[in-house]
Nanobody, 127 residues
């Protein structure tokens, strides 16, 4: 079964940049639709971005133009480059995988569209 392990979270000031990584094991990242979600206490898990097996990307409006999702098939690693961070980006960020390589057709993918999850990494942005 595929395993996902996130890293790269931390604390930063508003306007800073961070890059999250998600290492995929027991499978190839190229086989999946890969996504990033985030969640704050008491709130639902929110879709952030996704990339399919053809490297087609999509973003939530809240991060469009600031975040960039990418993957390195040779390293089986997914990335989320986050620029221009804002305090409202503070959250636990989760890596997710959906088998089949094709991403959901929904405008806003649901967590249930993804079958595999990492443990999450905390990102805290101060003003």
């Amino acid at each position: 079964q595929v395993q996902l392990v996130e890293s790269g979270g931390g604390s930063a000031q508003a306007g800073a940049s961070l890059r999250l990584s998600c290492e995929v094991s027991r499978a190839s990242v190229s086989w999946y639709c890969m996504g990033w979600f985030r969640q704050t206490p008491g709130n639902e898990r929110e879709w952030v971005a996704e990339i399919d097996s053809h490297d087609t990307t999509r973003y939530a409006d809240s991060v469009k133009g600031r975040f960039a999702i990418s993957k390195d098939n040779a390293k089986d690693t997914l990335y989320l480059q986050m620029n221009g961070l804002k305090p409202e980006d503070t959250s636990i960020y989760y890596c997710a995988a959906r088998a089949g390589g094709y991403c959901s057709s929904r405008d806003q993918p649901y967590p249930g569209d993804f079958g595999f999850w990492g443990q999450g990494t905390q990102v805290t942005i101060s003003s």
